[in-house]
């Protein structure tokens, strides 16, 4: 069974920075990918960054391209996502995913396993 934790979010003031952490365990494959959502009060939840099992291949939300990096180390089984810039309508619960099968990285649905989530807020 694949668990995910994440961890690293935090207040953080408009213009600052945070890198977010997610750990998984069980198994994974070479078609493995992970990615990062956002959900902010009342709206939908948002994809805004995905990464394939290499790591070779990303994808971003035009809302946090340039301001946000996703990398991987597969060594310590652990999803980064490295934020910068951070701007108050960032301010979300964000969650690590995992989909053990995927081609694509800029479609949403149908990843299998999440994170509980860790709350970023951007003060202004």
């Known amino acids: 069974q694949v668990q995910l934790v994440e961890s690293g979010g935090g207040l953080v003031q408009a213009g600052g920075s945070l890198r977010l952490s997610c750990a998984h365990s069980?198994?994974?494959?070479?078609?493995?990918?992970m990615a990062w959502f956002r959900q902010a009060p009342g709206k939908e939840r948002e994809l805004i960054a995905a990464?394939?099992?290499?790591?070779?291949?990303?994808f971003y939300a035009d809302s946090v391209n340039g301001r946000f990096f996703i990398s991987r180390d597969n060594v310590k089984n652990t999803v980064y996502l490295q934020m910068n810039s951070l701007k108050p309508e960032d301010t979300a619960v964000y969650h690590c995913?995992?989909?053990?099968?995927?081609?694509?990285?800029?479609?949403?649905?149908?990843?299998?396993?999440w994170g509980q989530g860790t709350q970023v807020t951007v003060s202004s």
């Open positions: 990464i394939s099992w290499s790591g070779g291949s990303t």
């Open positions: 069980g198994r994974t494959f070479s078609s493995t990918a």
């Open positions: 995913a995992l989909d053990l099968v995927r081609t694509r990285l800029d479609t949403p649905r149908g990843y299998d396993y």
